[in-house]
């Protein structure tokens, strides 16, 4: 079966500008989560989303925003583009998303850089 | 707070040597471990989790709760084995998937 897809896989904005980024799970998988992965500060939690309900956030600024479709599809949202937000955002989905014994299967990521 | 720390950002290791790459966490609770690979041009991808106890491809885990650790080895490295390595902490219990990853070990297998 397809695996996690995300889309774009690259994207270049200016400070100030807002982003979507999109991410399709594996069939079947209603969680998925938002990392950022940078090489200063590896991969850091952004948010986790279950049946169209945030249920875990991380320790971004309220820049960051996301959402689920009923379809499990989802989307995260940057506003206000600082230089500090280019980085590789990664999409997992997992098919336990009742207590983290799940297998995180990973997209391939969008490459963000911000100018 | 937990945290996961990987204190070699790069090991290299010849061919047929053993290696270990090191994981401390810190959590008071019951945590989940898991080891994450990333080889080259590939995705992040699960290697193991400590609740199942397995060897995949050669590589072990095991949890030392007295130490805080989870050190992932392999008595015999391949070249095959080079890539980046996560170490990652999930909470046992809580409602949703949520990993604290460490900044991860690159590792090579020289020839």
């Known amino acids: 079966k397809a695996g996690v897809t995300q889309t774009p896989r690259y994207l270049i904005k200016t400070r100030g500008q807002q982003v979507t980024l999109s991410c399709s799970p594996i069939?079947?998988?209603?969680?998925v989560s938002w990392y950022q992965q940078t090489p200063g500060q590896g991969l850091q939690f952004l948010f986790e989303?279950?049946?169209?309900?945030?249920?875990n956030k991380g320790n971004f600024p309220g820049r960051f925003s996301g959402r689920q479709f009923s379809n499990s599809r989802s989307e995260m949202n940057v506003s206000t583009l600082e230089l500090g937000d280019s980085a590789l955002y990664l999409c997992?989905?997992?098919?336990?998303?009742?207590?983290?014994?799940?297998?995180?299967?990973f997209g391939e990521g969008s490459r963000l850089t911000v100018l | 707070a937990q945290r996961v720390t990987q204190p070699e950002k790069l090991l290299s290791v010849f061919k047929g040597a053993p290696v270990e790459l090191k994981c401390n966490y810190s959590?008071?609770?019951?945590?989940?471990l898991f080891w994450y690979v990333q080889y080259s041009r590939q995705r992040l991808q699960l290697l193991l989790r400590?609740?199942s106890r397995e060897s995949i491809k050669g590589f072990t885990a095991d949890l030392n709760k007295g130490e805080t650790s989870f050190h992932l080895k392999k008595p015999f490295a391949q070249e095959e084995d080079s890539a980046m390595y996560y170490c990652?902490?999930?909470?046992?219990?809580?409602?949703?998937?949520?990993?604290?990853f460490g900044e991860g070990t690159q590792l090579t297998v020289n020839p």
């Open positions: 997992a989905s997992t098919l336990i998303a009742t207590a983290n014994t799940g297998e995180l299967f």
């Open positions: 069939s079947g998988h209603r969680s």
């Open positions: 989303y279950f049946s169209e309900t945030q249920r």
């Open positions: 959590y008071s609770g019951s945590p989940e």
């Open positions: 400590h609740i």
């Open positions: 990652a902490l999930g909470i046992r219990g809580t409602s949703g998937s949520r990993l604290t």
